[in-house]
């Protein structure tokens, strides 16, 4: 069994570009969620995705957006970055159910300059 | 709105000695509640989580934690801390539902362990 594989693990953007981060679940998971965690704090929630469709959103604005693929995999978007959007960005992937684990991978060091 | 406090920023404990994390959470019904631990560079890993009526929840690598509904806490305890514990513990909440869960983290507690 698989974990949850997260690309690239470090990545440098300029502020007002756009990037894509990746995210392959977990072997048997159909759920996935996006976490940002800043420096010195703890993961705040972005979106969840299941069966390919966002149902679930914390307190991110549009320019936050998600896919989810057939084969459960995900990304993550953000456009017009902006230097507070410099974090640790986390992927979670885990079955059906609201008191199942979720598995994180080891997330992607973003730093927008 | 759920929420999570974790009181002391920085635990230090010898090795060998009683680790205590403190989680406190605000939630207007029994939520279910997680505690998860960070190595440095690394995404999280679920210690322990609590969905159930089973008050006293084991966890993996020694640690447990007791869910106190009058007392609105989590607490999370090793009676043995091993220089391999040294980490971020992160306590989190989440509704009871069917599908969808959103963790509500806290802002974490660095465990210093000293030989």
């Known amino acids: 069994e698989t974990g949850v594989t997260q690309s690239p693990t470090h990545l440098i953007k300029t502020r007002g570009q756009q990037v894509t981060l990746r995210c392959s679940s977990q072997s048997g998971h159909n759920t996935v969620s996006w976490y940002q965690q800043a420096l010195g704090q703890g993961p705040q929630f972005i979106f969840q995705?299941?069966?390919?469709?966002?149902?679930g959103r914390g307190n991110f604005p549009p320019r936050f957006s998600g896919l989810q693929f057939p084969n459960y995999s995900s990304e993550l978007n953000v456009n017009a970055l902006e230097l507070d959007d410099s974090a640790l960005y986390l992927c979670?992937?885990?079955?059906?159910?609201?008191?199942?684990?979720?598995?994180f991978g080891q997330g992607t060091r973003l730093t927008v300059v | 709105a759920q929420s999570v406090t974790q009181l002391g920023s920085h635990v230090s404990v010898s090795e060998g000695a009683l680790v205590l994390l403190r989680c406190n959470y605000s939630s207007s019904v029994p939520p279910y509640l997680f505690w998860y631990v960070q190595y440095p560079n690394q995404g999280l890993q679920l210690l322990l989580k609590y969905t159930s009526a089973a008050t006293l929840v084991k966890g993996i690598n020694g640690f447990e934690a007791e869910f106190k509904k009058s007392e609105t806490s989590f607490h999370l305890t090793k009676p043995s801390a091993h220089m391999s514990d040294a980490a971020e513990y992160f306590c989190a909440v989440s509704d009871r539902g069917t599908g969808f869960q959103k963790l509500v983290f806290g802002t974490g507690t660095r465990l210093l362990v000293s030989p």
């Open positions: 979670a992937s885990r079955s059906t159910g609201g008191d199942t684990e979720a598995f």
């Open positions: 995705y299941y069966r390919e469709e966002e149902n």
